[in-house]
């Protein structure tokens, strides 16, 4: 079974620049989450989906990112205009959904975007 | 909401003890929880986890986890530490939410000691 595809693994930009991630989930998975790691950290989550619905965007620093899921399938997550404080690394990660029960909800991460801004 | 609290941010431990890394929760509903590692620059694996069966959890690499719900705990035990168990250990609560947000602990890192 194929896993969570993740690109590019990594990007440098600079500051003010804009930048997009990219997310395919595993087949059949309906929801999906967006996470970023910085440095020492754990993961933050960012937004998740259900499907192609926002079910919870509340750490999204909407300001600057955008995240979209056309057709419950794939999944883009954009910054512009990045700062130093993007740096970070991005996950993505994808689950049966929680309408299926407690069982499925177990997440399935991608190997992450490593994000430099300088 | 829901939460997840690693009570130690790093643990050492020397080779062939016990290792205890500790994650308390909170919860208005029934949580699912996980435990992963993460070893220096690269993904999460997962290491087990707890979805209303079973109390205690065993996982891969000799780990297991008991779900407390009085105490609201799901520590981390392995009888006999190795040393490539060093890595960062993160804790994981879902489903508290009825929505089921899958939110990290702040993460333990796990030092063997030889």
């Known amino acids: 079974e194929a896993g969570v595809a993740q690109s590019p693994r990594y990007k440098i930009i600079e500051k003010r620049q804009s930048v997009a991630f990219w997310c395919n989930p595993i087949?059949?998975?309906?929801?999906l989450y967006w996470y970023q790691q910085i440095l020492g950290q754990g993961p933050k989550l960012l937004i998740q989906?259900?499907?192609?619905?926002?079910?919870?965007d509340s750490q999204l620093p909407k300001d600057r990112f955008s995240a979209e899921r056309l057709k419950g399938v794939d999944s883009t997550l954009k910054i512009q205009p990045a700062k130093l404080e993007d740096s970070a690394v991005y996950l993505c990660a994808s689950s049966l959904g929680f309408e299926t029960g407690p069982v499925n909800t177990e997440a399935f991460f991608g190997q992450g975007t490593r994000l430099t801004v300088v | 909401a829901q939460s997840v609290t690693q009570l130690d941010s790093h643990v050492s431990v020397s080779e062939g003890t016990p290792v205890l890394l500790r994650c308390n929760y909170s919860?208005?509903?029934?949580?699912?929880l996980f435990w992963y590692v993460q070893h220096p620059n690269k993904g999460l694996q997962l290491l087990l986890k707890?979805?209303?069966?079973?109390?205690l959890v065993k996982g891969i690499n000799g780990f297991e986890a008991e779900f407390k719900k009085s105490e609201t705990s799901f520590h981390l035990t392995k009888p006999s530490a190795h040393m490539s168990d060093a890595a960062e250990y993160f804790c994981?609560?879902?489903?508290?939410?009825?929505?089921?947000?899958?939110?990290f602990g702040t993460g333990t890192r796990l030092k063997v000691l030889a």
């Open positions: 087949s059949g998975h309906a929801t």
């Open positions: 707890y979805t209303s069966a079973a109390t």
């Open positions: 919860s208005s509903y029934s949580p699912s």
């Open positions: 989906f259900q499907n192609n619905g926002v079910v919870d």
């Open positions: 994981v609560v879902s489903g508290a939410s009825g929505t089921y947000k899958y939110i």
